[in-house]
């Protein structure tokens, strides 16, 4: 058995990456925040593939949940995962002016304190002998970051630098490596004339998709010579600086 946890795996990206998994052959485990379904497409391809599949409710804000999940996982399963897609985050606006300790402290919480504490967890209960692989998921904004969601940005570059800590600290057993995505799924404020634009603005002419980021995940899970790296699936973004947001650009005509 191949055992993948991939948390916020209900839903959008998680989601298409958890679909991936299955189609791989991999046993889900799928975290949610709150009880939920599981989106159809996902639903329907566990079905199709005869995947075993158990979801797991846990908020990261409370400060036992990266504990108690892993230990929840183990007892449901039988072992620990084989695999840790680390996709749950926190995002939220504020800027230079408008961020707070609150804001800063919630999404530290999820986009970074509960990924290295999930991955440490998951390092004392792998049994001697054997190995594991965790992949973050990041933003490609960590590489010309601007004042945006500073938040959000911020939080994710602390993961980004823990991702190169932790494979240091976790080797050889464990390989840590992370996937740095550009502008996969837009939210409603996006309308379809501005991600023309936005993708014309792309050194390849185009945003990455979904299906993108979980090839880049399959293939991070397989690659054993490996660790320490962050992989961008951005269509280029991350070669360019942005003077502001993906939402501020392209929107006015």
Known sequence: MKLALV????????????????EQ???LALHSRTETALDPALAATVTRH???CHGFVSDFHDGDAASTLIGAVAQHFGSVPDLLVNN????????????????????YAVNAT????LATELAKRLPPGESATIINILDQR?????????SYTLSKQALAAATETLARALAPQIRVNAIAPGLVLPTDDYRPAQMQKLAAMMPLGRLPEPDDVADA??????ATATTGQTLFVDGGASLKSFERDFMFLGAAD
């Open 7 to 22: 948390t916020a795996g209900f839903h959008r990206l998680g989601a298409v990456i958890a679909a991936r998994l299955a």
């Open 25 to 27: 052959g991999w046993t």
């Open 50 to 52: 005869t995947t075993a």
């Open 88 to 107: 749950a985050s926190q995002f939220g606006w504020d800027d230079p002016v408008t961020i707070s300790s609150t804001a800063l402290m919630e999404h």
């Open 114 to 117: 509960v990924p290295v504490l």
């Open 142 to 150: 960590i590489r010309h970051p601007g004042g945006d969601q500073l």
């Open 217 to 222: 995940v399959i293939w991070l899970a397989g």
